[in-house]
């Protein structure tokens, strides 16, 4: 990967899930540096990949970014490809956007919305667009793939951040960028790599999982299992995420895996009384501390050592 990536890079979209709460934990847990090959296949706002290219002791020396959710990984694409367009493009909706009373606001959120644009340009700046401008930032679509939540009530977001599109662009410069199932997104890691899993997670009550219109649910879990299992075989250093869930603990306890549990906060739920502290289960196939200058002790999950 390039040397000269800005340490300022960071996550340029507001996505449920990222990883800020957790970030420094699981930076402290990657392999140093972070695999001959990154894969992160469950890609989201990259927040890892983002705070491993700021790491110079971690940064991996190519990236393989991976997310199922066709419109994120156009926005991806155009950010790596083509900043400048973009940031032409978005500097006139925000200002429209911040000139605008409350109705006018609502009128051009839902106006753009509507749109179903096909140039990979545009699909990218409505996105942006929307992401700053929604509810609470979310992705959520209908069962017809149709982009479904409402106006949100920022004061004045931040639509066009240059500085960021540009740090990220710049980061992503040399990054593979797909849009496929997990499983094939990873087909390629050899010895040696690392691998990130950050999947949707299965709720513990009940909660949001919606990002694609196909549901994250256990048989993906255990799909997604299997996989790191194949990963593992073959040499690959795997780090997963993933919900505290009995279901998801299960899978991994007993077996070859170390289990941690760690303090999060989840910052974007679509129901605020679900907002607020909830663990994250953290899986490795590897031991942590050999790469952690000092790791806080891990908390309550069982944890299985090779
Ligand atoms: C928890 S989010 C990842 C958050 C990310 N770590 C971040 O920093 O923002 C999970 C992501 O997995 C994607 N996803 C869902 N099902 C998938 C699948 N079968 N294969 C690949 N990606 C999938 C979703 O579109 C979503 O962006």
């Known amino acids: 990967m390039t040397t000269s990536a800005p340490r300022a890079a960071r996550p340029f979209l507001k996505w449920a899930g990222g990883k800020t709460q957790l970030l420094d934990a699981l930076v402290a847990r990657s392999p140093r540096p972070a695999g001959a090959t990154y894969f992160e296949p469950f890609l989201g706002g990259g927040a890892l990949f983002f705070a491993l290219i700021a790491d110079p002791e971690r940064r991996p020396r190519r990236a393989v970014l991976n997310d199922l959710n066709r419109e994120l990984i156009t926005v991806f694409e155009a950010v790596r490809d083509d900043p400048e367009r973009l940031a032409q493009r978005l500097e006139p909706l925000q200002r429209r956007y911040l ?100 999947p949707p997670f299965l709720p513990v009550v009940a909660g949001f999982t919606s990002y694609t219109q196909a549901d994250f649910g256990r048989d993906d879990q255990l799909r997604l299992k299997w996989c790191i299992d194949d990963l593992t075989r073959r040499g690959v250093r795997v780090m997963l995420s993933d919900s505290p869930h009995d279901f998801v603990q299960g899978m991994y306890e007993g077996s070859r895996y170390r289990l941690e549990r760690l303090p999060a906060r989840r910052m974007i739920n679509s129901r605020g009384d679900r907002r607020g502290a909830v663990d994250e289960l953290v899986v490795t196939n590897y031991d942590p501390a050999s790469y952690a200058v000092a790791l806080a002790p891990a908390s309550s999950a069982k944890s299985s050592a090779k």
């Open 99 to 198: 000139a605008a009373d409350d109705a006018g606001r609502a009128e051009l959120y839902y106006a753009t919305r509507e749109q179903q644009p096909r140039d990979p340009l545009a699909v990218a700046v409505r996105l942006i667009f929307l992401n700053k401008t929604c509810y609470n930032g979310l992705y959520r679509v209908n069962r017809s793939g149709r982009f479904n939540v409402p106006h949100g009530r920022y004061r004045n977001p931040r639509i066009l951040d240059c500085e960021a599109l540009t740090a990220a662009s710049l980061a992503l410069r040399d990054a593979e960028l797909r849009c496929e199932d997990f499983e094939q997104a990873c087909a390629g890691a050899c010895a040696g790599d690392f691998v990130y899993c950050d």
